[in-house]
């Protein structure tokens, strides 16, 4: 089948530490959110697919079935997916598959994760499993000592300074400021991003996304099927993935991630356009080095130039590329399974003109960059306005 | 892409309790017992899906990522995939899509499950947490329970007896004793199968499958490759999945699992066949009662006469259709994650006339009934000799 894949529908629960709500119930907040201008009912989509990252975070095995029977979708089709901090895009990959191997007509994609009801000691060691736990995690080693790393790296390599780090912050919350869902809705001064408490050298607590709880929806549909379940469907225009080494002793660099720039050059090979093509993207700015790694590694900017286009505000709305002007990972928050999904979300926002205070004038291209663990799992999808 | 998509190699790990293994090193196992007759590289194959039921049995999150590195393909697009006890065929059906939408050419489905590493009561937790935590699971229901209710409605309404499960239990085990990669190779009398323990009424200790290791991998391509890859393809004719709702309370009958019938139609309508053709099967046998209502949804025996056909051995290898004759989830195992694809090679090597003191003389069409949880996750799989 040729035939383009669409997104007609998207629903995002607010983004927090939502005490007293399960994963269930964040659920039912994000479809709950995308039955408000949807055309058709739940029974009318064909099946579904669950990202939920980790078990350990609520306690209950094989998420998909408790998840769809809550959303009311109990009797179709389901399946849980999960590529770490990658499994919300992993969702809509295997989604859009499914639409394209003509199993189904239209499927509802639902990534969500209950992260605080554990201690945010407890969720940094969960989430250090999805390191290597015979190698790795046994020796201290979690995820912002993994990105440490790629930030010493990049410093040493490009002359990255702390002040770029921050950059991104200042950034990050400035746009987490104006979006009424993000779990941190508040302005960081560069001096205070700068001079934040240190948790793993070079990267200080304005530099580490958050822990939150959060559900975000999208559901896909044949092309040709999308104006009856909207009226302004998006287009799904390539997906690329990529991949890399278990361990980064074995990697050539530490300054990119070789995953990334795979997925990107699939990306824009499937879909027929370039980095300059793009309009706005949310990139996995799980640390603020991830961002200006990903900036780079996207072909936005040439490597080592990422630092200081995001000093440069490069990437604030009205720069040569708006990223992550949500609030990203670091302020609108990062719910494991749901942020691959929360991209799809804002990027179907901003393509429709709905983003508010946040619109990108005449956002026609727009790009997801999503990665689990340190780039083993990575997801570039582009989604473009119309069909 | 109308283009079939075929199974060009396939690997198996022994089952068992394999102690001193962990996870990888299963994974490892499988991987080399396909490469044997794979006249490709591993270099060759284009990405990955990994299907692991539960992270907490080996304490390893993200398990895609350490796997792929583990058997060779490091570098390559992973992806995890969880389907409760169904895991393995999603795996498949993922692969599949992958392959159908056009995003690779050929992938490597790995299912791995490494069980034994805790106690059977804590894996028998672990595992009722895929039941619903929040209305079930408190209350002690576990999935000898979730069983035993399934039993008891299938002997009420059909005079299903006690001695028709036991004929299960003794078949399985009979071939079993013929499967060198069986966990558990020894025959069982129908009087000790009939007088042992109890576990959850009306259903003993040979009633129950295993909790077990292993692994199975199993390589997919388009069709038009398939040559170049093996000399002896199969080609999957057929994909159908159906589930159900969460709690079983809120199902019409317990007889029957609706979903394992959705799946079947939607399998044999695809592949354009039905139940008559079909020349063996590999049933999810995780209780004894399961395979007798698998044989019933599958439509090889009508509601109520799968126990009777059991009785009277028409589902060993010379009888209507030959189900589970490598010993089943009761004597081959069950690694939760592998089941689905352990099913698969065992398939194949039926249909290419490998099977040994198993094997069922010409047969050409092959389904496997992979079920989830109590029926939330079903995938039926119809393979065929050739292409």
Redesign the interface.
């Known amino acids: 089948?040729s035939e383009n894949v669409s997104i007609v529908g998207a629903g995002h629960s607010k983004f927090g530490k939502r005490k007293g709500l399960?994963l269930?119930d964040l659920a039912f907040e994000a479809v709950a959110d995308l039955m408000k201008d949807f055309k058709k009912d739940l029974g009318d989509v064909d099946?579904s697919v669950i990202g939920v990252?980790?078990?350990?975070f609520?306690?209950?095995?094989?998420p998909?079935?408790?998840l769809?029977?809550?959303i009311g979708m109990?009797?179709?089709?389901?399946?849980?997916?999960?590529?770490?901090c990658a499994t919300g895009t992993?969702a809509i990959?295997?989604a859009?598959?499914?639409i394209?191997?003509?199993?189904y007509d239209s499927v509802m994609v639902l990534g969500v994760e209950k992260m605080t009801s554990v201690s945010s000691a407890r969720a940094t060691e969960?989430?250090?499993?999805?390191?290597?736990?015979?190698w790795e995690a046994p020796y201290g080693v979690s995820f912002p000592g993994y990105y440490a790393l790629l930030a010493s790296a990049h410093m040493k390599a490009y002359g990255t300074t702390r002040e770029m780090l921050s950059s991104v912050g200042v950034k990050n919350h400035h746009y987490g400021a104006k979006n009424p869902l993000a779990h941190i809705q508040k302005e960081v001064s560069l001096e205070e991003a700068m001079n934040a408490v240190p948790i793993a050298h070079p990267l200080n607590l304005y530099d580490c996304s958050l822990i939150s709880d959060g559900a975000a929806a999208v559901v896909l549909t044949k092309e040709s099927l999308a104006k009856e379940y909207t009226d302004d469907p998006i287009t799904i225009k390539g997906?690329g993935?990529?991949?890399?080494?278990?361990?980064m002793a074995?990697r050539s660099t530490l300054t990119s991630l070789?995953?990334a720039k795979t997925?990107a050059r699939k990306a824009y090979e499937m879909a027929g356009v370039t980095a300059a093509d793009v309009d706005i993207a949310e990139v996995h700015d799980c640390f603020t080095i991830a961002e200006i790694i990903a900036t780079e590694d996207l072909g936005f900017f040439e490597p080592g130039q990422g630092g200081p286009a995001a000093a440069d505000q490069q990437t604030y709305v009205g720069g040569k590329v708006a990223v992550n002007v949500d609030g990203g990972l670091k302020s609108k928050g990062h719910p494991l399974g749901a942020t691959g999904v929360s991209q799809a979300a804002e990027l179907r926002k901003q393509l429709l003109g709905e983003a508010g205070p946040r619109q990108v004038d005449g956002a026609d291209l727009a790009l997801s960059h999503n990665v689990?663990?340190t780039g083993?799992?990575v997801n570039v999808v582009l989604y473009e306005r119309g069909n």
């Open positions: 089948m399960g269930r099946a990252a980790g078990d350990e609520s306690g209950q095995g094989a998909a079935a408790v769809m029977d809550e109990a009797g179709k089709p389901t399946l849980r997916v999960e590529s770490a992993a990959k295997s859009y598959s499914w394209k191997a003509g199993l969960l989430m250090a499993r999805a390191g290597d736990v015979r997906i993935s990529g991949s890399d080494t278990m361990q074995a070789s995953g997925a689990g663990q083993q799992f």
